[in-house]
Structures are given as C-alpha cells and as structure tokens.
C-alpha cells in the first residue's frame, strides 16, 4: 500500500501542472508568444543549468562511451529507416522520416523523469541522450537545413553546436567532474554561491516544462490514421530495443536499473519538438501534420510514461 502510495505522490504533480498548463490555455490567462518565450527560458537558462548540475554530480565511467556511439548510430539507422519506408510504402508526407527519427529529450524527457525518479537522477537520462544529441545537431538539423533550403552550412552547424548553451553546459559539468575541480567550487563562498545560484535555477526546468507540455496539448480525429501509422514504424523497432539494450545495459556494461529506466523514457518520447520551426511556413498541411503528430504522441508518451513509472517506482 506504501509503494502505491509513493507512486501516486510522484505521479500526481506530473499530472496537475500539465492540467494547470492545458488551463492556462483554455483561459487564455498566457499567450501562444508567452509560452515560446518560456521555452527560450527553458532551453537557455534553466535546463542547461540542470544538465551543469547533474553532470558535475554524476559518477561518469568509461563504459558510457559506449552507450554515446550505440545511440548515435541508432538514431542514424532510424532517419534512414524512416526514409526506406516513406518510399517502400509511398507515404505521402515530406517530414515522415524525420518524424521517426529523434526524441524530445529537453522539453518532455527530462520533465517526466525528473519528476518522477528526482533531480538528481537526471544525469543517466542525459548521459543516455548524449550521442542523440550528436545526432540531432549534425544530421538531423542538417537534413531539415538542406530539405528546407536546398543546401546545408556545416560551418553554421558547428558554431550552433558549440554555441548551445545545452550543450556549453554539459561540456564544463563533464570538465569540472573528471578533472576533480568540482571538490573547489564549494570551497570558496563565491563559487559556492554560484553553484547554488545555478540548483535554484535548474529546479525551475521541470514545472516550466510541464506546464509548457500542457499548453501545447490539443487533438485532431483526422489525423488518427497518420498517428497509427507513425506509431507502428517506431514501435516496430523501439520496443525491441528497448528489450536488448536492457540487457545490453545490464549484462554487458553492468549499469543499473535507473538507465534501464532512462532508455526506455527516452525511446518512448515523442519526435523532436523542433521540427515544425524548419518547415516553410507555405507548406501547411505538411506543418499542420507534423503539429498534429507531435501533440498526439505527446500524450501518448506521457500515459505510457506513467504506466511504466507506476510498476517501476524505485531505482
């Protein structure tokens, strides 16, 4: 009776501020610019300073290597996947492939898991997210550049990749960690202000994110069809992985359950929320797709999540 006690204790808060986010919608009590602007906070400022956290904290071992190549080439087969199925079975949207590809890791993942296995966890959700991370700046931006434009800059992607403040942020966490310069931030009461200055910013990212995901929530029956369908092409792939990487992660590498938790959170998220940002605003019905996709799946994956969590409460 106490575990299910404690699993409603961490689901409940998940569901209220999606709720409250859905309600502030509904109430027009913030506008659609508002809310952009919240997610500008969120990808800046608060999540990156999270990540900081969680990597400075986080005992970092040679065997994630490992797990930031295999997902990376993961990701890479399901961006080809996805296109050998668009022309397999002559499915008739342009942004099919990408939506196979990729998972929204910043702004649903690391707001359910954190919420429900706690802050401090959130280092082996983004250690299992890393070489995702790779794949979205290189390629996966990449295609959208090139399918958008024509042409791709390489030279603009790598500066929006060291330029990220994301990823800025896990570079001095993973820094600081490894070289032991860690310890000496909170030796000083300067730099041990900071670093508190930085866990209250971070604690804002996982609220922020919920109510954003609640806002965004809306359904359209006419795109059921176009949902099932991309729903079967990822999961005909996901949920085996799953499968094997639980045991690759267990037998092979010996981690613990808490990544096995942080795999299957990340393979069950929806695609990319920034897809719709790289599509030309002429080509609407492609937009109004992909829009509808995302939303869809995002309540999909946040039931699903919950499931999970419920039979799966302790790491």
Known sequence: MNSILQVFQQIIPILLLIFLGHLIKVKNFLSEKTIEE????????????????SFLTIEIKFSYTAIFVLMFFFCLFMICYGRF????????HEYFPFLV??????????????????????GYLAIMDL??????WFIFVSLLLSKRNGTQDI???????????????????????????????????????????????????????????????????????????????????LIPMVFLGGIFINKVLGLGEVFEAALFTLFILPPPFIIPIYI??????????VNNSLTSYTIISIIVFIVYFAFNPGM
């Not at 070489?131 to 979205?136: A, D, K, Q, R």
């Open 38 to 53: 919240v997610k500008k906070l969120v990808v800046n400022i608060t999540l990156p300073c999270l990540l900081f956290i």
């Open 85 to 92: 199925l668009k022309e397999r079975f002559h499915i008739e």
């Open 101 to 122: 590809a990729g998972f929204e890791y910043g702004m649903l993942g690391v707001g359910l898991f954190g919420s429900a296995y706690g802050l401090e966890k959130i």
């Open 131 to 136: 070489g995702h991370e790779f794949f979205i």
């Open 155 to 237: 030279k603009q992607l790598i500066r929006n990749f060291l330029k990220s403040p994301v990823i800025i942020a896990i570079f001095f966490g993973i820094f600081f960690n490894l070289t032991g310069l860690a310890k000496f931030l909170y030796d000083f009461a300067i730099t041990e202000a900071v670093i508190n200055t930085i866990k209250l910013l971070g604690q804002l990212t996982i609220p922020l994110i919920l109510l954003v995901v609640g806002y965004g929530i809306h359904f359209q029956k006419g795109f059921l069809k176009d949902l099932l369908v991309l729903l079967t092409a990822r999961l005909v792939v």
């Open 280 to 289: 030309p605003q002429h080509c609407k019905k492609e937009r109004l797709y």
